[in-house]
């Protein structure tokens, strides 16, 4: 028991700082491409409203479709996804070599995942490709959209 408490305590201190800059990145190239789509509005209660699911858009599930704005939220979402695609295929493999050598620091961990990355290329773009369609945020929409509705009608009968 001891020697699993003190991996997972060393892991979580080798990866915690990962997460925290990916949770950075992603936080601001959502509120960067944010104020490149929905800068035009002129109502502040809309753009507050739209401020504060775009903050919280990482962690939730709800849609983020807004009404009244379509051509602006289609062309972000868009992006949105193409970037999100983006930043975690960069980090994807980051964790391991963060586990695996405890003497590099942040810097040196991204260039040994890119270059990871690089010499199985396209192996590397397939399993994200199934990891964003099998357990992405449209799939998870889904699975909470019918799980939902079936937990609410056995709660009804």
């Given amino acids: 028991m001891g020697t699993l408490w003190d991996g997972s305590?060393?892991?979580?201190?080798?990866?915690?700082?990962?997460?925290?800059?990916?949770?950075?990145?992603?936080?601001?190239?959502?509120?960067?491409?944010?104020?490149?789509f929905f800068s035009e509005i002129e109502d502040q209660y809309s753009f507050f409203k739209i401020f504060l699911r775009l903050k919280l858009m990482p962690?939730?599930?709800?849609?983020?479709?807004?009404?009244?704005?379509e051509k602006e939220t289609a062309g972000f979402l868009f992006a949105w996804l193409f970037s999100d695609m983006i930043v975690e295929f960069i980090f994807a493999l980051d964790y391991w070599v963060a586990i695996m050598d405890?003497?590099?620091?942040?810097r040196q961990i991204m260039r040994e995942g890119c270059y990871l990355l690089s010499t199985m290329f396209r192996q590397a773009v397939l399993i994200r490709f199934l990891?964003?369609?099998?357990?992405?945020?449209?799939?998870?929409?889904?699975?909470?959209?019918?799980?939902?509705?079936?937990?609410?009608?056995?709660?009804?009968?």
């Fill in 9 to 36: 305590n060393f892991g979580l201190r080798r990866i915690s700082g990962l997460i925290l800059m990916k949770w950075a990145v992603r936080d601001a190239l959502t509120q960067l491409l944010g104020l490149w």
């Fill in 102 to 106: 405890a003497r590099m620091n942040g």
């Fill in 59 to 69: 962690f939730s599930i709800m849609s983020t479709w807004i009404r009244g704005f």
């Fill in 131 to 157: 990891e964003s369609v099998l357990c992405g945020s449209f799939t998870r929409w889904t699975l909470a959209r019918i799980v939902g509705k079936l937990l609410q009608q056995l709660s009804s009968q």
